[in-house]
């Protein structure tokens, strides 16, 4: 028996059930749904505006702001609101940068302090992670700012742990003032580092290629930092003197002051995120299996070597992606700076619409802003994420 | 020959004490070794001292009448106290709920698990009554405002309400138009076409008025409300062809004719012209928004940003892995861009840039918008969260579904998402108590949640200076619920075994 041959698509697929035209018609019925109801919104926004009488230039930046922020880059009275952002900006920048370093050391500190062997330490590190996880940034930062920084006692009678002097009107840390030896001190420097770095470079490529060993490590710390120590015994001055913080009268005079506002911010924000970046970094040395751990020690290297080169490698590439979005929270997360009252970018963009009353610049101003430095950061994480890769072959 | 010798083995000696019992575990996990012992030493005395310290000033010095006095502001805020109970039930409706859905999932009950689900469908309305309040239409107002469509339909137009009749009358007609398409009894008929004939009865003023259409064209309201009804009619009789599909849409059309009804009712009659002589029936004041506060404001602006979040969130991840490109484009730009900016940039943005793309005569209260704004921000981020799940579904599922011949949607909502949303339980659990932390921002708004409340305590003049009992406070009620969220969702993972990894 058999079958007579089928045909195939004798006739074409009629167009209303073609795959094809479907998933077009419904990108365009998408497109035309959206540009409706954007055109919708916008006609709304140009009413709206008709009836408040502003409009959608960035001119009024040009406008003097007529007030000054307590903090950053100095200003005043008459500078113009474009300033003022700025003024916000570089607070804002300087609340991230700091805050990312410090959280940085504090969440490896505490993620170790959580593999400890110590049950006591170990407890205590959890405790600290479970409390920071369970509480919102912004109770912390009052209690921190409100709480604790503001019920500091005044000038006269302030804490002094060591060089740190602790007021409610900021913290006062020594300043690093160069001395006539600088340059040279800088120069000295510069030029071991650079020699140190060649020497570490030259020795690893023969160790490498010729399998002797010749210390590349031992070799670049010898240079970095004997030879500056021995220069000291020889030049007379140091590279800077430490200018200490001076109470006279009602002020104190010298140092390097930290705001209690930029003080609250940088370590609620500090805290917080280590407590995330703790558990992160628990998490990805948690994920080394424990056979590489074995299989180091068994091959004889020694403890620092097993961290160094089989467990880093491998936790990195855990901990990285998710410390990306810590990191990415920090620095989103410094905008509730405003709630301790200080100048950050969020806060000075309130006040400017405040001023000005043009929410639609000021909040595209704002929100591209934080876009740009949200972008840069995962930028650079991302670039370290790809060099941390495995290179398969 | 040896004489086969019988060996005794002597009992185990008992192990040396330093190893087992309270003082090995001491050795084991304190003092192994003598950095070991150092660090338990120092972290020992720290705790010693920050411990006393403060236990000495939570006994001791701190005053805690300033939450004890406080507690009904900081629990309601503003909320009227003769209003209370309200919150009272609603709080009582939502404990009943969950524990019927515990026990709906404990065990196999399916008809208790559909009451649960039933339940959590309705809740959110139920409670917005409560909650809000309910304002009715008594029969003069209706009386009143009927009146005005017979007889001065050219006052509504100056008052804004023209587009309540048309409105009127094309729901009417699609629903009449589609109960006659599937075929029903006459007497159903009759029914289905009374409603119709008494709102276009009632708007005939308004039915016969010509409008300029979409065409440029000037057209009677009646033509349009024809046209919905006979498309209607025409996709009802298509629909009703299968017997099978026939309960099903009767049943939902029932339903719809319920719903309808009243929607009309208040659609004609819930405008005041008149104010004077016709108020509005009371059957549970309404309380402004502005009110609801402390507590209260919180729990309500996590719930509804968790419900409300849920479904664009799934929608949006959907749309990122969809395989249309604009619709992919449009989702990832929108989740980015949100992911991209802090949460109080986007809360300001909903308080000072939503009025103004919106219409002017639309007046959103502060909570709404600030609602609007967390939605908004939380529907990213759960996207992305469900998006990995659905990365983790396999590849065989969805081929072998599609090859079962289920349609696409079919595919998305029996297989993949089942699959995918499971697979990431701990992570939507882990967003939910960020957005419950996340409420505090809007007291930066202006909004009044217990952490406003907290701070405007803190001026109170009589408790001057209790800045930490009172943020204190705030923290372990924070504590206490985000530790109870994510202690349930650890639970929840075990038991159903579920999680990426």
Known sequence: ?393 | MAQARTWTVPPPEPPPALIVGPIGWLRRNLFSTWGNSLLTVISGGAILVVGRASLGWIFGEANWQVVTRNLRVLTWGRYPASEVWRLGLALGLMVALGVLSGIAWRRPAAQLRRLAVIGWIASPFVLALILYGLVLPTPATIANNLGYYIYRPDVLASLGHTWRAPLALAISAALAGFTLGIGVRRVWRFLALAPLAAVAGLNLAQGIALKIGLAGLAVPSLLVVGLIAAATWFIGSGAGKSNRNLVGLRRGLAIAWIIAVPALLILLTSFEVGVDRVAPAEVLPLVDLDLWSGVMLTMVLAVVSIAASFPIGVLLALGRRSSLPVVRGFSILFIEIIRGVPLIAILFMAQNLLPLFLPLQWDFDRVVRAMAGMIIFTAAYLAEVVRGGLQAVRHEQVEAARALGLSELLVTGLVILPQALRAVIPAIMGQFVSIFKDTSLVSIVGLLDLLAICQSITKQREFLGTVREVYLFAAVFYFVVSFSMSEASRRLERRLGVGLE
């Not at chain 1, 503001?150 to 300043?175: D, H, T, Y």
């Not at chain 1, 491998?314 to 979005?325: C, M, S």
């Not at chain 1, 700076?337 to 001023?355: I, W």
Request: net charge positive.
């Open chain 1, 1 to 393: 028996m058999s079958f007579p041959p089928r045909r195939l698509s004798s006739t074409a697929i009629a167009f209303w059930r073609d795959l094809r035209f479907l998933q077009a018609a419904a990108q365009v019925v998408f497109v035309v749904l959206v540009l409706i109801a954007g055109g919708w919104l916008i006609n709304n926004l140009l009413e709206a505006l008709d009836a408040l009488d502003l409009d959608l230039s960035f001119s009024f930046l040009q406008r003097t702001a007529g007030f000054v922020l307590g903090e950053g880059m100095p200003m005043t009275r008459t500078d113009t609101f474009l300033r003022a952002f700025i003024v916000g900006l570089v607070n804002s920048l300087r609340v991230i940068g700091l805050g990312l370093l410090l959280t940085t050391v504090l969440g490896l500190l505490a993620g170790v302090a959580l593999l400890s062997p110590n049950w006591l330490l170990r407890n205590i590190a959890r405790a600290y992670v479970e409390v920071m996880r369970n509480t919102p940034l912004l109770v912390q930062l009052f209690f921190i700012y409100f709480g604790i920084i503001l019920k500091l006692p005044s000038l006269e009678n302030r804490i002094i742990i060591g060089p740190m002097q602790l007021s409610q009107r900021g913290v006062w840390l020594p300043r690093p003032v160069p001395a006539s030896g600088w340059s040279l001190w800088l120069t000295v420097t510069l030029v071991c580092f650079a020699l140190a770095a060649w020497v570490y470079s030259h020795r690893l490529r023969r160790r490498t290629l010729q399998g002797e060993e010749t210390h590349p490590a031992l070799w670049a710390a010898a240079i970095a930092l004997a030879v500056p120590i021995l220069l000291a015994l020889v030049i007379p001055d140091g590279p800077f003197t430490w200018e200490s913080p001076q109470l006279e009268g009602l002020r104190i005079v010298g140092g390097s002051r930290m705001t209690p506002e930029f003080a609250g911010i940088l370590f609620g924000l500090v805290l917080y995120t280590g407590a995330f970046i703790a558990d992160i970094v628990r998490a990805g040395v948690l994920a080394v299996p424990v056979g590489q751990l074995q299989a180091a020690r068994s091959l004889g290297l020694g403890e620092f070597h097993v961290l160094r080169h089989v467990i880093l490698p491998q936790a990195l590439r855990v901990i990285v992606p998710p410390l990306t979005n810590q990191y990415l929270n920090l620095a989103k997360n410094s905008s509730l700076a405003v709630g301790v009252g200080f100048p950050d970018l969020y806060s000075v963009t309130q006040t400017v619409f405040n001023q000005s009353g043009q929410a639609v610049q000021m909040i595209a101003l704002m929100m591209t802003t934080y876009l740009v430095i949200s972008l840069t950061i995962s930028l650079v994480m991302n670039l370290l994420n790809q060099r941390l890769r495995i290179v398969e072959r």
